[in-house]
């Protein structure tokens, strides 16, 4: 985003969605498809897929407007693709479900705050009732 106003282009609109996606669809499987072997060879390359596309998207689109509240909440978005990556990293490194699994929780808890709070404050901004503390 280049300001508070402008809307993120299209490969970023297009690109967060199918990450998020395919992580969600690789975590899914060892739940309901754990008898199907081409879907357990599988699953740790689409999660990996999508968490790679998160991050590359989430590092070259940093946030570039003036409010230093709004910066810090980008910021902290971005760590949730960082949390996808390293449970993509557990999911070849070591075969324990909980180890990949907790990370990929801490990033959807990440990932749900910064939905909310990121929405709530360019509103504010927009209402033109930001605060005036940093």
Same mark, same amino acid.
């Given at each position: 985003?280049?300001?508070?106003?402008?809307?993120?282009?299209a490969?970023v609109?297009?690109?967060?969605?199918v990450?998020l996606?395919?992580?969600l #669809?690789?975590?899914?499987?060892?739940?309901?498809?754990?008898d199907?072997q081409?879907?357990?060879?599988?699953?740790?390359?689409?999660?990996?897929?999508g #968490?790679?596309?998160?991050l590359?998207?989430r590092?070259?689109?940093?946030?570039?407007?003036?409010?230093?509240?709004?910066?810090?909440?980008h910021?902290?978005?971005?760590?949730?693709?960082?949390?996808?990556? #390293?449970?993509?990293?557990?999911?070849?490194?070591?075969h324990?479900?909980?180890?990949?699994?907790?990370?990929t929780l801490?990033?959807?808890?990440i990932?749900?705050?910064t939905?909310?709070?990121i929405p709530?404050?360019?509103a504010?901004?927009?209402?033109?009732?930001?605060?005036?503390?940093?």
């Amino acid at each position: 985003m280049k300001n508070n106003t402008s809307r993120p282009s299209a490969w970023v609109t297009v690109g967060v969605p199918v990450g998020l996606l395919l992580v969600l #669809a690789a975590t899914v499987v060892p739940f309901f498809l754990s008898d199907r072997q081409w879907a357990v060879d599988s699953y740790p390359y689409v999660y990996s897929a999508g #968490a790679l596309m998160l991050l590359l998207i989430r590092l070259f689109t940093p946030y570039r407007g003036s409010d230093a509240r709004l910066k810090r909440l980008h910021r902290i978005e971005s760590w949730s693709a960082v949390f996808y990556c #390293a449970a993509a990293f557990l999911l070849f490194y070591t075969h324990e479900m909980r180890d990949w699994l907790a990370f990929t929780l801490a990033g959807a808890a990440i990932q749900i705050i910064t939905s909310i709070a990121i929405p709530l404050r360019e509103a504010k901004l927009a209402r033109g009732e930001a605060d005036s503390r940093k």
